[in-house]
């Protein structure tokens, strides 16, 4: 997949993720053309209270894609906490940032207005969806969305 500049902010900010969310870690991800496909970590003690900082892991993103992009990224306060230490919030600050990015730069861009989320019970699960995630790119001309002029996120 080749990232267009506002592909490469959505791609720059998902990596921001952990540095605003310290209980969480990035595992497999990838930016397309009109949507991303990401597993987030949920590494919260059951005593977590909300005040607590939980130093985040490192962080391997084997797939990740280096786009060549001259961007300078700097911190961005919507990118913060919203309220509770939910998915809602996490993807609610990135999803503002990524967009106030790309409209501060006169990007042309826009989110669908919700997301999907799914639990990750067990091994097998998030194997298959691993690997949905690092075929996507591939299966791409397969998706109901997919036209040949598409621009890429």
Known sequence: MQLSVQGDIAHQYWLEIPHHFSFVMLDEF?????????????????????NDRIAAASVETGHAVETGHALSLQPHPRFRNQGENTISAMVGSYKSAVTKSCNQNKLPFGWQSRFHDHIIRDNGE??????????NPANWDQDKFFNNNSTVV
């Open 126 to 135: 998030f194997y298959r969806i691993k690997n949905y995630i690092v075929d």
């Open 30 to 50: 990838v930016v397309m053309p009109n949507h991303i496909h990401g597993i987030i970590t949920i590494a919260k003690p059951e005593n977590y209270n909300g």
